[in-house]
């Protein structure tokens, strides 16, 4: 199993029944995270486990690491009231919602998204339709989670970023730009105001191929970084090489701050702020 890296629980959740809660749990092949949290938003739990880069017992299944996870942690092993989950590092492509028919999601899928044997096709309806997003869902994850739990909601990991930034970006007079940090992957969004101009997933090795990805994008929408406000979310910090990178060239960057749609009050999350955003903003996604 993965090694556990952040923990935050309330000693109330000790006196609260857990099918009353609802779990939400992100996971790529990197990191696992999730919450639990009652109808009303308050968090009771937050857990999140390092998989070693994708390295697990069985070396043919690069889920194997999120497999043990979700079989031997014990909040996970509990019945909720309902389970949301987000998978990251799979590929995607957004459409307009008014080109989609479902009938036809595997030819619009196909064309961009490598076609798997072990995957079925899936998509997520985002803004009462306006966007649709298209991706293949492991077969193996879904049995799963099936399995686990008896209702549940898949979503890709665009969907709540495009959820959670845009509630951002809506207070923000013009243009925008959101970074979404994973290891080794980000997830680059730029808004002008309510509407989505980019979102993509790029992969990184280093604070150089970082910021020249952030950089192309800034390009590509004829855009200048002296001018325009990034917002950072993700596993990033003040000290490490790519923040030093944002710094020499974004002029005005800043950490996103905890969301005002959910409730922390009993959690001791001070440090890890921005950390979990994509994790917070799947509860955006119900």
């Given at each position: ?20 809660l609802n779990l939400s749990l992100l996971f790529g092949k990197d990191r696992l995270s999730f919450m639990v949290y009652n109808d009303y938003k308050r968090i009771f739990a937050i857990r ?85 997003n298209l991706y293949r869902l492991p077969v193996s994850i879904n049995k799963l989670a099936s399995r686990l739990f008896s209702q549940k909601t898949i979503y890709h990991l665009f969907t ?51 910021i020249y990805y952030l950089l192309l994008v800034f390009d590509q929408l004829k855009i200048k970084p002296t001018e325009v406000p990034v917002f950072l979310a993700g596993k990033l910090t ?49």
């Amino acid at each position: 199993m993965g090694a556990l890296n952040f923990e935050s629980i309330s000693s109330q959740l000790d006196n609260t029944s857990t099918d009353l809660l609802n779990l939400s749990l992100l996971f790529g092949k990197d990191r696992l995270s999730f919450m639990v949290y009652n109808d009303y938003k308050r968090i009771f739990a937050i857990r999140s486990y390092e998989l070693d880069d994708g390295k697990g017992p069985d070396d043919n299944d690069p889920y194997s690491p999120v497999k043990s996870v979700l079989i031997q942690d014990d909040l996970l092993n509990t019945a909720f009231n309902k389970v949301t989950f987000s998978l990251a590092d799979i590929p995607a492509t957004l459409m307009p919602g008014k080109l989609f028919e479902a009938v036809n999601a595997a030819e619009y899928v196909d064309p961009l998204v490598p076609n798997a044997e072990d995957s079925l096709v899936h998509y997520d309806a985002i803004n009462l339709d306006e966007i649709i997003n298209l991706y293949r869902l492991p077969v193996s994850i879904n049995k799963l989670a099936s399995r686990l739990f008896s209702q549940k909601t898949i979503y890709h990991l665009f969907t709540p970023l495009i959820h959670g930034f845009r509630r951002l970006a809506i207070q923000q007079k013009e243009l925008s730009v959101y970074v979404n940090i994973r290891f080794r992957t980000m997830q680059v969004l730029v808004f002008n105001q309510q509407d989505l101009l980019f979102c993509n997933h790029f992969n990184f090795t280093s604070g150089k191929d970082f910021i020249y990805y952030l950089l192309l994008v800034f390009d590509q929408l004829k855009i200048k970084p002296t001018e325009v406000p990034v917002f950072l979310a993700g596993k990033l910090t003040r000290e490490s090489e790519i923040y030093h990178y944002i710094y020499r060239y974004i002029k005005n960057s800043n950490f996103v701050s905890l969301p005002d749609y959910l409730k922390f009050d009993i959690l001791d999350i001070k440090e890890h702020e921005y950390q979990f955003f994509d994790l917070y903003s799947l509860a955006l996604c119900e």
